[in-house]
């Protein structure tokens, strides 16, 4: 079956970094368009980024100089490295993948305080 397993979110002082993964199984990870997204306390689920099988990238505009989504085919894998953190980035991520069905990771938790 397809699991997405996320890892390395966690407490950063603002400014801070993070680089995100989440490795793929089930799947023909190449072949599909790969996502991140995060929900805040209170907030709906938001997209931050995608990256096509080709490497073709979309940011949502709040995120877009700070966070770099990138994969690694071999690796089944797709990172989020998140730089110039603000605390307004707090939230827990997921990562998704739509290959007919939709599927979601079980989040990794980002907490951006001082």
């Known amino acids: 079956q397809v699991q997405l397993v996320e890892s390395g979110g966690g407490l950063v002082q603002p400014g801070g970094s993070l680089r995100l993964s989440c490795v793929a199984s089930?799947?023909?990870?190449?072949?599909?368009?790969m996502g991140w997204y995060r929900q805040a306390p209170g907030k709906l689920r938001e997209l931050v980024a995608t990256?096509?099988?080709?490497?073709?990238?979309n940011y949502v505009d709040s995120v877009k100089g700070r966070f770099t989504i990138s994969r690694d085919n071999a690796k089944n894998t797709v990172y989020l490295q998140m730089n110039s953190l603000k605390p307004e980035d707090t939230a827990v991520y997921y990562c998704?993948?739509?290959?007919?069905?939709?599927?979601w990771g079980q989040g990794t938790q980002v907490t951006v305080s001082s």
């Open positions: 998704n993948v739509n290959i007919g069905s939709v599927y």
């Open positions: 089930g799947i023909t990870f190449s072949l599909y368009v």
């Open positions: 990256i096509t099988s080709g490497g073709s990238t």
